[in-house]
């Protein structure tokens, strides 16, 4: 764990840095969360450390998205409590609908073009530049920079749409 806390944080800051409601999730709570999803995969066979930092951006994605799903759930009545407005904390409702949009849209484009997918998860969540990406996935720089330009579009306009 040492050896790869120092990048999982700077995975949980970068997610974390995209999130208005900041009191949802702490870094530490992140990476922990992240963590043992991670130890708990069994059918996973490692690769290399680029390997396993996209499974674990992957998984970051999933627990916030996870979140997000149920504050949307709290939106609608789900776990009512009622507490005076005094004490309520104030919180985002759009950051969580865009999340959830954009986790949707990806999970098509990932349906549609696999590759386009990974690439999008490691630049916008993971934070990984094209060429770290590019060696990841054995591909030449100007093609990733090019398939990330398209999956972004693609995003932008299925996200529009919905």
């Known amino acids: 764990m040492p050896l790869v806390e120092r ?3 700077r995975l949980a800051r970068h997610y974390l840095r995209k999130e208005k409601n900041r009191d949802s999730v702490e870094t530490t709570d992140l990476i ?5 999803r991670l130890i708990d995969q069994k059918r996973v066979h490692w690769q290399n450390r680029n390997h396993f930092f996209a499974i674990a951006a992957t998984c ?3 627990i916030l998205c996870d979140r997000a799903r149920a ?3 709290k939106k609608r009545g789900g776990g009512v409590e009622h507490i005076a407005l005094s004490d ?7 950051k969580s609908a865009e999340l959830l949009a954009l986790d949707e849209a990806l999970e098509q ?3 549609q073009d696999a590759r386009k997918g990974q690439i999008v998860e490691m630049r916008f969540f993971g934070g990984y530049s094209v060429k770290e ?11 990733a ?7 972004r579009a693609w995003l932008k306009r299925e996200i529009s749409q919905s």
């Open 7 to 9: 990048e999982l944080r």
């Open 32 to 36: 922990d969360q992240a963590y043992l």
């Open 60 to 62: 970051m994605r999933r």
């Open 71 to 73: 504050q949307e759930r």
């Open 88 to 94: 309520a904390k104030p919180f985002v409702i759009e």
């Open 109 to 111: 484009l990932e349906r």
């Open 133 to 143: 990406v590019a060696k990841f996935l054995g591909v030449s720089e100007e093609t």
């Open 145 to 151: 920079a090019l398939e990330w330009r398209m999956a």
